[in-house]
């Protein structure tokens, strides 16, 4: 869908050079990580350029935006900064659209609702998937 789909949905993609399980797996003269970041590379150039093919199923137009941040490896701090980053992103988006970003409104309900399944007290929709995970 997002390669093809009608809607253009910006994507961002967050990859790190390094992996962090130090000596990695080399299969096929490639380690794992050298395969994830070929793949990052590889997506964001397909979502951009596309592939012109007269089989409606393997033709993609191509122009759909997106972004990659790229880190050295993924650490705690790392992961911090990136929390961080789109934390102050959502923020800065709230301010700008007049959306109140802190609305816990939302939570306030799954809190509501996770404490009825607690309780078998479900119907419907919440029962299905109650039912689903053994609650």
């Known amino acids: 869908m997002l390669h093809q789909g009608?809607?253009?949905?910006?994507?961002?993609f967050i990859g790190f050079k390094n992996s962090q399980i130090g000596t990695d797996v080399v299969i096929q003269d490639s380690t794992s990580q050298q395969k994830l970041c070929a793949n990052v590379a590889a997506q964001?150039?397909?979502f951009a350029c596309g592939k012109a093919d007269e089989n409606k199923n393997k033709n993609f137009?191509?122009?759909?935006p997106s972004s990659?941040?790229?880190?050295?490896?993924?650490?705690?701090?790392a992961l911090g900064a990136l929390l961080a980053h789109f934390e102050n992103k959502v923020m800065f988006q709230g301010?700008?659209?007049n959306v109140n970003s802190f609305?816990?409104?939302?939570?306030?309900?799954g809190k509501v609702l996770a404490k009825r399944?607690?309780?078998h007290e479900t119907d419907g929709a919440l029962k299905v998937f109650s039912d689903l995970l053994n609650i």
Do not use: S
Request: proline share 5%.
């Open 68 to 77: 990659i941040i790229i880190g050295e490896a993924l650490t705690p701090e």
């Open 103 to 109: 609305d816990q409104e939302g939570v306030q309900l």
């Open 6 to 12: 009608t809607d253009i949905v910006p994507l961002q």
């Open 61 to 64: 137009e191509g122009g759909r």
């Open 44 to 46: 964001i150039v397909a």
């Open 95 to 97: 301010f700008v659209w």
């Open 117 to 119: 399944v607690l309780a």
